[in-house]
């Protein structure tokens, strides 16, 4: 089981200039990742689990708090929720489930683009910008990501804090303060701010 902290925008659209900007500047340089195709299995009416197969793992999200919505900066509002996360091998499961991203009306395929930013946050609260693959117990990582569902384009903006369950709230507030910092950035709000299970149920009206 991995807990998270996390607070997420969904826009259509792509990526607006200013939003790329502001990503981009900073201690370190974001990480381009390999562009990837996810396949989301739709559960209507359910904004509190969501189920991923993302290559050859079969990954199971599970909200399990809520904790409002805060302020951020001037101009940034977003709903904060808690998750926990597992994950396991498709071909450690059996019973056929290795067929699982066939075509199918109950999966939807989304293709995502995403750059990453990685901070980690010490014991004395320092925070600072690292590699993706540096390892540390607390930090949080932040996602720029576009992402294309049946032709449609959206872009998205996620924090995703990590670590111990009980650091989890100070380690995001941390590194929110330190990079929510300036005039550059941008607009983000509430009414676009929701986690990934929500927003793939607002999506039941595509096919799959």
């Known amino acids: 089981m991995f807990p998270t902290l996390e607070t997420r925008w969904f826009y259509p659209g792509p990526i607006p200039p200013d939003v790329l900007a502001w990503y981009h500047y900073g201690e370190r340089a974001p990480e381009a990742q390999p562009t990837r195709i996810d396949y989301y299995l739709r559960l209507p009416d359910h904004d509190d689990l969501g189920i991923k197969l993302r290559e050859g793992r079969i990954e199971i999200k599970q909200r399990a708090e809520q904790y409002g919505v805060q302020h951020l900066h001037a101009r940034v509002h977003g709903l904060v929720e808690g998750w926990r996360k597992w994950s396991f091998g498709v071909n450690d499961l059996g019973g056929g489930l290795g067929d699982l991203a066939g075509a ?37 990582h932040i996602e720029l990501a576009e992402t294309v569902i049946h032709s449609e384009t959206w872009w998205s ?42 927003w793939i149920s607002n999506l039941n009206g595509l096919n799959g």
Do not use: M, N
Request: charged share 20%; with cysteine.
């Open 104 to 140: 199918r009306p109950a999966w939807i395929a989304i293709r995502k683009a995403r750059r990453l930013r990685r901070y980690l946050v010490t014991e004395a609260g320092d925070v600072s910008a690292a590699a993706i693959t540096e390892i540390a117990p607390h930090g949080c």
């Open 157 to 198: 903006l996620a924090f995703e804090t990590f670590g111990p369950e009980a650091t989890l709230h100070a380690t995001f507030t941390q590194v929110a303060q330190h990079v929510l910092r300036g005039d550059a950035v941008p607009h983000l709000d509430v009414a676009h701010s929701y986690g990934y299970a929500q």
